[in-house]
């Protein structure tokens, strides 16, 4: 069901290219100083995203080990998906811990007198694209997964005969 989308793997590898393909087109018309003074609003902004997705991450693994028995872990074990969560939860951290620490790296060397080259924009840019959209991948696949335990268990649930009185024993007793 789930390990047959060759896109879903590489996606978030391939338009991020096409994110640095377009600022590069806008950096060619922009001043590069506007740039620069932007930038360690960026960079900010990467720090501060970057550690809420490396904290969703964890609390996220500490969530699937602790659902062990679940009608959601035996599905995710039937559909033979758990292998591919875990691979993106992990690729997702790992491009998450770097452009966090290639942020501090930048922010702390742009505060100096000696400015980083611009040059370092685009990978920045690459890896912050890319780990927005490996978060946002493994959060689709959830749902995803929930959906589809989801319609699993209300098949099961219709399927099920639900007693139901019948309507005369249900009324309340006649009085004269």
């Not at 290219?17 to 360690?40: C, E, G, R, S, W």
């Not at 609003?41 to 996220?60: E, K, Q, R, V």
Request: glycine content about 4%; overall charge positive.
């Amino acid at each position: 069901m789930f390990d047959n989308r060759k896109s879903e793997r590489y996606y978030p590898f391939v338009l991020p290219l096409l994110a640095v393909i377009i600022y590069h087109a806008y950096a060619m018309q922009t001043p590069d100083n506007l740039i620069v003074q932007k930038f360690p609003d960026w960079l900010n902004i990467s720090i501060t995203l970057s550690g809420i997705a490396l904290g969703f991450l964890g609390t996220m693994i500490g969530a699937v080990l602790s659902i062990t028995s679940s009608t959601v872990m035996d599905f995710i074990y039937s559909q033979k998906v758990d292998h591919l969560l875990m691979q993106y939860i992990r690729g997702a951290a790992v491009i998450n811990l770097l452009v966090l620490l290639f942020s501090i790296a930048l922010l702390v060397t742009s505060s100096t007198p000696i400015v980083p080259p611009i040059w370092l924009l685009y990978p920045w840019l690459y890896f912050f694209c890319s780990s927005f959209l490996c978060s946002y991948r493994i959060i689709h696949l959830l749902f995803m997964l929930l959906g589809a335990v989801n319609n699993e268990n209300r098949a099961k649930h219709q399927k099920r005969k639900v007693y139901s009185p019948e309507p005369e024993k249900l009324s309340a007793p006649k009085t004269d």
